[in-house]
């Protein structure tokens, strides 16, 4: 009986909340190799079984204890950051540790990522700033992509119409954005390149966040009537709306992947971004792409989305190949690769004494510095907060 641990970055609540909890048994049980799969992880909310699966919130002394009774073959992990920090602290010595890492930016990869025994990059990108941030040695590094389900997203023959999906957007030109709203995806340069276009294009911004300083934004430039936003669509309608936009336009500062682009070139859809890794090492400029490189430029990209919406040639061009670039990216092909490649790490621990010892004085020095937090550094920020309100309180009396 094959067994598998998983820690996700997210709780099972967040993936309902995005619409994606029917991808979960394939996701974590590709091809259904395993014959039981446990999601344990300290941010889960519930302990239940659902979509094949037995969930747990879990400590890191309960987690050693459950580990040490279920006797898993494999322990996958899910992001560089907090995730590999937990597993780094409670790991179990013989059973060997996967660690994916999905962010390029090295604020998201953390040291402890070293101490996992294989470690799946997305892409070259993201193996570089792992490389940099750790010195691991490039011998435990596996590619595998992301994956798109083509039974999902596929070019229509029959698109809807944009106002069938958000009957409150107006006739025009829709530009299309995917993404959560963070720094890197670069909102601020889309909702500046609407002043440089005609009135009767428009942007939706699809993605979970605080759009405040967003919104603000669009009403200083006079353009707020032009931009509408959404929190959420359910994965299953993703394809509706990449099949009737006009373009999808994310103008990325960096990305791990970037599974949105995958899944709007599987629709066919046309496709503005940056001219930077990894989008570029599966996107072609003006072939499968348009590659902007003033992806920083309101100008910039206000001609990109220009001459993605009015030159048919060039937009034939980019929805057919396309749809050519998103194919190694099946869902189908991808899951077998990943079962074949946790078929080849069953046992397979890398981990040297070395590395060990280096994980045990990591551990104790994770340990000294929440010692040191507790005793030291949270008693002196309470006492500054303190006399911060104090000091507010008697500067408001005197006034």
């Not at 540790?97 to 998201?108: A, E, F, K, N």
């Not at 990216?329 to 040297?352: G, Q």
């Amino acid at each position: 009986m094959k067994r598998l641990v998983v820690i996700p970055s997210d709780p099972i609540s967040a993936y309902e909340k995005k619409g994606r909890s029917n991808l979960l048994e394939s996701y974590y049980n590709p091809k259904g190799m395993f014959d039981e799969v446990y999601i344990m992880s300290p941010i889960e909310t519930t302990n239940t079984y659902k979509y094949g699966m037995y969930i747990s919130k879990e400590t890191t002394q309960s987690f050693k204890k459950k580990v040490k009774s279920i006797s898993p073959d494999l322990i996958r992990v899910y992001g560089a950051y907090w995730p590999s920090d937990f597993i780094a602290k409670v790991r179990p010595r013989n059973t060997p540790v996967v660690l994916s890492i999905h962010d390029s930016h090295p604020s998201m990869i953390f040291h402890s990522s070293a101490f996992s025994d294989h470690l799946i990059c997305m892409s070259s990108v993201v193996e570089d700033t792992v490389i940099k941030k750790t010195n691991v040695n490039k011998k435990r590094f596996i590619r595998l992509p992301n994956r798109v389900d083509t039974s999902v997203f596929y070019p229509q023959a029959e698109k809807k119409k944009i106002q069938a999906l958000f009957p409150s957007l107006p006739e025009g030109k829709a530009i299309l954005h995917v993404g959560r709203k963070s720094i890197e995806k670069n909102i601020n340069t889309v909702i500046s390149s609407l002043n440089h276009l005609p009135k009767d294009y428009f942007c939706i911004f699809v993605g979970q966040g605080n759009k405040d300083k967003y919104t603000e934004q669009a009403k200083n430039q006079e353009v707020e009537d032009r931009c509408f936003w959404i929190d959420s669509i359910n994965n299953s309608d993703l394809a509706d709306w990449y099949n009737a936009c006009s373009c999808l336009c994310v103008p990325s500062l960096w990305e791990g992947f970037g599974i949105v682009f995958i899944e709007a070139a599987a629709c066919g859809t046309p496709i503005i971004t940056s001219n930077i890794q990894p989008m570029s090492e599966y996107l072609k400029h003006k072939e499968s792409a348009y590659l902007v490189n003033e992806y920083k430029s309101p100008e910039a990209l206000a001609h990109a989305i220009r001459e993605v919406c009015n030159n048919e040639e060039l937009r034939q061009k980019i929805t057919t190949n396309a749809v050519i670039a998103a194919a190694p990216f099946d869902k189908n092909k991808v899951d077998e690769d990943e079962k074949n490649i946790y078929l080849s790490l069953f046992d397979k621990t890398t981990l040297s004494n070395f590395d060990w010892f280096n994980l045990l004085v990591w551990r104790l020095k994770t340990r000294c510095s929440a010692f040191l937090s507790i005793i030291i550094f949270d008693p002196i920020k309470t006492m500054i907060h303190f006399s911060v309100r104090r000091l507010k309180s008697s500067l408001k009396i005197k006034s």
